[in-house]
């Protein structure tokens, strides 16, 4: 037995704090409202302070004839605060696939890049590339894993494979719902009322195009968590090109002058 756990010395009293605003705890007793569910199989809340994770993004995909159309803004938050209006929320999973962006950027961007590696290994191992759903599915099964856990992840994968275009959204409790048309984000309910007005069988790669850009458009204007740029791609049976870069503040001149 060492001889300082025997001979307990008195330690002397702390120094006040210099600051004392900067010293005071950032949160306050218990976990915060709105922290995620407990872990599986966990009687109540975990110990400590917790998380509260503040974001928003308007991401927007929907399926017709000749392929997918993919719309998505470039602003990322942190509460109200605007930390990038550069953020790029389309991540190029291979030629065939897309993947976008909603919720914790470091989550998004890191179990997006994880599928991207393990469909090119399935594509080296078959030697074709993954379909739209087996990629899906492989996301989901992934984050399940780590349900409960914190994560923060709301994506969709869009792509073309033999069976024509995909469209999936996975989200981080390892939810998979295949659709026509989604819309993830803060600025989610503006993106859909755009997109319930225009959308139409029949629309051309262009008309597509227009629709998804205006969607993102008008929920960069009236959500403030959305903003900064809308990049327009497109998904068809060659593979994904991008179709377009506009500033929100361009496009309202533009639309602007298209209504006088």
């Avoid at 001979?7 to 995620?36: I, K, T, V």
């Avoid at 961007?109 to 080296?124: I, P």
Wanted: charged residues 20%; proline residues 7%; aromatic residues 8%.
């Amino acid at each position: 037995m060492a001889l300082a756990s025997v001979l307990r010395l008195a330690e002397p009293p702390a120094a006040p704090a210099a600051f004392p605003l900067l010293a005071a705890p950032r949160d306050g007793p218990g976990p915060p409202e709105g922290l995620a569910a407990p872990p599986w199989g966990a009687e109540g809340p975990l110990p400590g302070p917790g998380l509260q994770l503040l974001h928003g993004t308007t991401t927007l995909a929907f399926k017709f004839e000749q392929g997918v159309a993919v719309a998505v803004d470039s602003r990322a938050t942190a509460g109200s605060y605007v930390m990038s209006q550069t953020v790029r929320k389309v991540i190029e999973i291979n030629p065939y696939l897309l993947g976008t962006m909603a919720g914790g950027a470091a989550d998004c961007s890191f179990w997006q890049r994880l599928l991207a590696r393990q469909c090119r290994v399935y594509q080296l191992r078959n030697k074709e590339p993954i379909s739209v759903a087996a990629a899906s599915k492989l996301l989901a099964n992934m984050v399940y894993q780590y349900k409960g856990m914190g994560l923060s992840m709301g994506t969709m994968i869009c792509g073309w494979d033999k069976r024509g275009p995909g469209l999936y959204y996975v989200d981080s409790e390892g939810t998979r719902v295949p659709g026509q048309a989604f819309a993830v984000g803060s600025g989610s309910t503006y993106a859909y009322g755009v997109l319930d007005r225009g959308y139409r069988a029949g629309l051309a790669v262009e008309a597509a195009c227009e629709l998804a850009r205006r969607a993102i458009y008008q929920a960069a204007r009236r959500d403030a968590y959305s903003g900064g740029r809308v990049t327009v791609y497109h998904v068809g049976p060659g593979g994904w090109r991008r179709v377009s870069t506009d500033n929100v503040a361009d496009l309202q001149e533009r639309y602007a002058e298209e209504e006088e």
